[in-house]
T-cell receptor, first 112, second 111 residues
Framework: DAGVTQSPTHLIKTRGQQVTLRCSPK?????VSWYQQALGQGPQFIFQ???????QRGNFPDRFSGHQFPNYSSELNVNALWLGDSALYLC???????????FGPGTRLTVL | RKEVEQDPGPFNVPEGATVAFNCTYS??????FFWYRQDCRKEPKLLMS???SGNEDGRFTAQLNRASQYISLLIRDSKLSDSATYLC????????????FGKGTHLIIQP
């Protein structure tokens, strides 16, 4: 039973570029949430996708957007990257109305 | 604003000792609480859910005090492998919610 998977594992971009991160949820899960974790901080909620729609959003600018596909996998897109976007980006999956979320290994993004 | 506050530590504890962490939450509407464990440069892993009056799982006990808006985690007979960062997490009811994480408490178990 595969857990949550994310790709790529590491990524280096320069300021102003755009990036797409990918996530496949745990088998049987239909909800995907994205988090940003800066060094020394707890994860910060970006948004959550359910039934291919953004269901809730945290305090992140519109440069952060996402998508969920019919197979429940998801993408996180960040436009106009700046240095402060350097962080570990975590995807978590859950089932329906349950709050127990299971995390993938993350994508470590470095913006130079 | 939803906030979860934790003492960042580090807590340096000898092997075999009992250690306790507290965290406080500001959102009185929060319904569900969790403790996650995060090892260095790894993803958070769900340690325990804390739904009502508390929860116990082996050496780990979590308590919820709604009146004072705090959650605690007790680790008995600590092992070297318990060294990690422990994240306190709150969520509103309904499931359509992102989790609100504290910054984590760093625990170091010393031989």
């Amino acid at each position: 039973d595969a857990g949550v998977t994310q790709s790529p594992t590491h990524l280096i971009k320069t300021r102003g570029q755009q990036v797409t991160l990918r996530c496949s949820p745990k088998s049987g899960h239909d909800t995907v949430s994205w988090y940003q974790q800066a060094l020394g901080q707890g994860p910060q909620f970006i948004f959550q996708y359910y039934e291919e729609e953004e269901r809730q959003r945290g305090n992140f600018p519109d440069r952060f957007s996402g998508h969920q596909f019919p197979n429940y996998s998801s993408e996180l897109n960040v436009n106009a990257l700046w240095l402060g976007d350097s962080a570990l980006y975590l995807c978590a999956s859950s089932f329906g109305g349950l709050n127990e979320q299971f995390f993938g290994p993350g994508t470590r993004l470095t913006v130079l | 604003r939803k906030e979860v506050e934790q003492d960042p530590g580090p807590f340096n504890v000898p092997e075999g000792a009992t250690v306790a962490f507290n965290c406080t939450y500001s959102n009185s509407a929060s319904q569900s609480f969790f403790w996650y464990r995060q090892d260095c440069r790894k993803e958070p892993k769900l340690l325990m859910s804390v739904y009502s009056s508390g929860n116990e799982d082996g050496r780990f006990t979590a308590q919820l005090n709604r009146a004072s808006q705090y959650i605690s985690l007790l680790i008995r007979d600590s092992k070297l492998s318990d060294s990690a960062t422990y994240l306190c997490v709150g969520a509103d009811g309904g499931g359509a919610d992102g989790l609100t994480f504290g910054k984590g408490t760093h625990l170091i178990i010393q031989p």
